[in-house]
């Protein structure tokens, strides 16, 4: 389970976002951008739902603030849009905030969950970043975009054009490294993601595997015994997302180029998942 931080003074905002979440998630209530950015920092907060109105105003120094002080934090901006606002959520966007929810427009219960998982991807690849330092930015990048975009039910080619590579070039380039080729890869992305979501004790394997596109709770199964040789249930007893990532860290240090280990491997502990 995770917690979500809210700034929120509209209160029929703040009671669509609880029927959405409902268990699955702790909330706090936040009066301030100053309390909402101690909270960030005081508590494992991994998504922030804001009204970037809340002070009348919007509060784009707030924004990044924010940013600074909680890199790893995704933000979803919940505000009725008027049309002189449009401007504002451009802004908004360059500055940091991840998402958007319309009041009245896409917030009911499934929208709002919806953009609330696809934050904790996105979430979870700032996370993952952290180990990242050292590899080909290509190869970096690659992964990021397989845990971030899980939810999209990205191809190789699809992947291959995010990353303005040809797809052999991209696939030399994860060999090279030693990681899984795009589709494996893919699937690895898939894999960290419903590991997250395993951490929540309220989700099951059948709700995650529909989230993330498989075809069935069986399939899921049979790819977390042949990925991971484990089941969803012991995914979550031994870590989550942080047992995934460990796991495909040491298969890239086996498959390391010549016999080395990739620094990215090295840095596993220092995940916050």
């Known amino acids: 389970m995770g917690v979500i931080a809210t700034l929120l003074p509209n209160q029929v905002h703040l009671q669509r976002l609880r029927a959405a979440i409902r268990d699955r998630h702790d909330l706090v209530q936040c009066a301030t951008w100053e309390a909402l950015a101690e909270t960030c920092e005081a508590q494992p907060v991994r998504?922030?739902?804001?009204?970037?109105?809340a002070?009348?105003?919007a509060q784009f120094d707030a924004i990044r603030r924010l940013k600074q002080r909680t890199p790893g934090l995704s933000i979803l901006m919940y505000s009725a849009l008027a049309v002189e606002r449009v401007h504002d959520v451009f802004d908004a966007g360059r500055i940091g905030m991840d998402a958007l929810i319309v009041a009245d427009?896409?917030?009911s219960p499934r929208q709002i969950l919806a953009q609330i998982e696809r934050?904790?991807?996105r979430s979870l690849g700032s996370e993952v970043r952290l180990a990242l330092d050292?590899?080909?930015?290509s190869v970096?990048?690659?992964l990021l975009l397989v845990i971030t975009r899980a939810h999209e039910r990205l191809s190789p080619e699809g992947l291959a054009r995010l990353l303005a590579l040809p797809r052999r070039t991209m696939s030399h380039r994860l060999e090279a490294a030693g990681y899984p080729p795009p589709r494996r890869l893919l699937t690895w992305g898939r894999l960290i993601v419903a590991a997250r979501m395993l951490e929540d004790p309220h989700r099951t394997a059948d709700r995650v595997a529909a989230s993330l596109g498989f075809p069935s709770g069986s399939a899921f199964r049979n790819v977390c015994q042949r990925y991971l040789h484990s089941t969803p249930g012991e995914i979550r007893r031994r870590g989550g997302a942080a047992f995934v990532v460990r796991a495909l860290l040491r298969q890239v240090q086996r498959a390391g180029a010549g016999g080395q280990a990739p620094r990215a491997?090295?840095?596993t502990p220092a995940l916050a998942l």
């Open 47 to 53: 998504v922030a739902v804001v009204d970037l109105y």
């Open 55 to 57: 002070t009348r105003q």
């Open 105 to 107: 427009q896409d917030d």
């Open 119 to 121: 934050a904790e991807s």
């Open 134 to 137: 050292e590899v080909d930015p």
């Open 140 to 142: 970096r990048d690659a």
């Open 265 to 267: 491997a090295l840095h």
